[in-house]
C-alpha cells in the first residue's frame, strides 16, 4: 500500500511539469503557523515540520546571487520542485530582479539577516535585533510590490541563542534550522555534496535539507540529488507560511517530531493515564480513636499545664465507634513448656568435660610457674656456694683505698636470707 501510494505521488507530480518526464515534481505544500511552533529543525531543536515518511524539503541560503542563484532556479523548474529560499538583506538590496525571480517561481521568500554576520550568536541583542529587521527591510523593498516575505527566519551558520529566540517569537516569525546539511559550504567536491545529502537523508528517512544558491558545487550537484530522490522514492514538500485566507494545515503534536514514538514500541516514559468516568466520589471511613495506640482525652489540660507558648483551644475529639474488648477476650498466648528449658544428658556431659579440661589445663601451667621459679633459685645458691672462702690468716685483705670492709649485721642478713618455694617460706 505505501508503495502504490508512493507511485502515485510521483505519477502525479511528473504529471504536474509537462515536458519532463523524469522531473520529480512537487508532491504537496503545507501550511504552518510561526506562532504555534516557532522553532524548527532537528539540527538543534526537538521538532521539525510535520513530513511524512520520504518527504524532502529544499531549503537555499545566501542568495540571491546572479552568477548561481539562476542556474538553481532554472534547474528547479525543469523538476517542478519548490523550495524555501532564505536571501540576504544586502544580496537583495544588490540585486532586487533575484528576489522578485524567486517569488515569480512559486518558491517561498524568507530572510538570512542583513550582512550575514558569522558570529551571530556573540554580537549584543540590540545588533542582532538591528540585523533581523534590517534584512526583512531589505528583501520588502526588492519585492516592491507591497508585500512582505515569508515569517521565516534562519540564522547565519545557525548561530543563534535565547535573545535571537525569543525577539523572533515576539515578532511572530519561526526560526528555521535544519535536519541534515550537505557540507556544500565547505571547500568539498560536487560528489562530495551529492553523497553527503544522500547518506544523510537516507539516515533520517525524511526532514529538511540545508543547501546554499551561492555555490558552484550546489549547482553541480543539484540535478545529481534531484534525480536520486525521485529513484528512491522521495517527495518534495513545499512550505508557505499561514494567513487569514490561507489556514494551517491540520497537524497532531507528534507530527511535529522526526521519529514520533511507535504504540507497538517500547518507550521510556510512563504511558498517558486514561479518564476514567467515575459514577461517583469514593468516600473512605473515618478512623477510630480506638484504632490508635494512644488516648487524647487530655491534650488540652497537658498542653495548658507545660506553660509553654499560648495555649491552644481545645480540639474536638474523635467520637469513639467502638469499645476496646474486656481484658478476659483478650488472646493470650500459651506458657512456654518445661521442656524447653531442660538441657539434654549429652550436652551436660560435654558442659562437664570442658570444665574439667579448663581446670586441669590451669593447674599444670601454674606447676610450671613454680618448677621454673626453684629452679632459678637453685642456680644461684650453686653460684654462691662456688665462691672462693675469705682468707683466714688473720691478715686482713689488702684494700684500695677508701674501701670499707662489710658490716657483721650486713652479712648476717644475707646468710639469713629467706627462699620462699611454691608458695612455702623456707630458711
Known amino acids: 500500500m505505501g508503495l502504490l501510494t508512493s507511485v502515485t505521488a510521483q505519477t502525479a507530480s511528473a504529471a504536474g511539469c509537462p515536458g519532463h518526464p523524469d522531473a520529480i515534481g512537487t508532491s504537496r505544500t503545507i501550511v504552518v503557523d510561526p506562532r504555534a511552533h516557532p522553532i524548527i ?28 542563484s539562476n542556474q538553481i532556479l532554472d534547474i528547479l523548474a525543469s523538476h517542478c520542485a519548490k523550495a524555501t529560499f532564505f536571501l540576504v538583506g544586502s ?32 554580537l549584543p541583542l540590540d545588533r542582532s535585533k538591528q540585523e533581523i529587521e534590517q534584512g526583512i527591510a531589505s528583501v520588502t523593498a526588492a519585492l516592491a510590490d507591497g508585500t512582505a516575505p515569508a515569517p521565516f527566519l534562519r540564522i547565519p551558520g545557525l548561530r ?3 535573545g535571537i529566540e525569543q525577539f523572533a517569537r515576539s515578532k511572530g516569525l519561526q526560526v528555521w534550522s535544519a535536519d541534515f546539511p550537505a557540507d556544500d559550504w565547505r571547500d568539498v567536491s560536487a560528489a562530495r555534496v551529492y553523497e553527503l545529502a544522500i547518506k544523510r537523508l537516507e539516515a533520517k528517512g525524511k526532514g529538511i535539507l540545508l543547501l546554499h544558491d551561492i555555490q558552484a558545487r550546489t549547482v553541480t550537484a543539484l540535478p545529481r540529488i534531484l534525480h536520486e530522490l525521485k529513484v528512491r522514492g522521495y517527495r518534495i514538500v513545499h512550505v508557505v ?10 497537524t497532531e503534536p507528534q507530527q511535529w517530531q522526526l ?8 518507550i521510556s516514559r510512563w504511558p498517558k493515564v486514561p479518564k476514567f468516568a467515575l459514577a461517583g466520589p469514593a468516600a473512605l471511613p473515618v478512623p477510630a480513636l480506638s484504632d490508635l495506640d494512644w488516648h ?12 509553654r507558648g499560648v495555649p491552644l483551644p481545645p480540639a474536638a475529639l474523635w467520637p469513639r ?11 493470650a498466648l500459651p506458657v512456654p ?29 601454674s606447676t610450671e610457674v613454680s618448677s621454673a621459679k626453684l629452679a632459678g633459685k637453685s642456680r644461684r645458691h650453686a653460684r654462691a656456694a662456688t665462691a672462693p672462702p675469705p682468707a683466714s690468716t688473720g691478715e686482713a685483705a689488702p684494700q684500695s683505698a677508701g674501701a670499707t670492709a662489710p658490716k657483721p649485721a650486713a652479712q648476717a642478713k644475707r646468710n639469713g636470707r629467706s627462699v620462699r618455694v611454691a608458695g612455702l617460706k623456707k630458711r
Open 259 to 266: 521519529h514520533p514514538p511507535s504504540e507497538m514500541v517500547a
Open 296 to 307: 487524647t482525652t487530655d491534650l488540652g489540660g497537658r498542653a495548658a499545664r507545660r506553660g
Open 321 to 331: 465507634q467502638t469499645t476496646l474488648p474486656t481484658a478476659g477476650t483478650l488472646a
Open 337 to 365: 513448656a518445661a521442656s524447653l528449658f531442660k538441657i539434654p544428658e549429652s550436652a551436660r556431659m560435654t558442659l562437664l568435660a570442658s570444665s574439667a579440661r579448663r581446670a586441669a589445663t590451669a593447674q599444670a601451667r
Open 241 to 250: 507560511p499561514a494567513t487569514p485566507d490561507r489556514p494551517a494545515t491540520p
Open 91 to 122: 544580496q537583495a538590496h544588490a540585486n532586487p530582479e533575484g528576489v522578485r525571480r524567486v517569488r515569480d517561481a512559486g518558491h517561498t521568500v524568507a530572510t538570512h539577516t542583513q550582512n550575514h554576520p558569522g558570529g551571530m550568536d556573540r
Open 160 to 162: 543563534t541563542n535565547d
Open 41 to 68: 529543525g532537528t539540527m538543534q531543536y526537538g521538532k521539525t515540520l510535520p513530513l511524512e515518511d520520504h518527504e524532502v524539503v529544499l531549503t537555499f541560503d545566501d542568495g540571491p546571487l546572479p552568477k548561481y
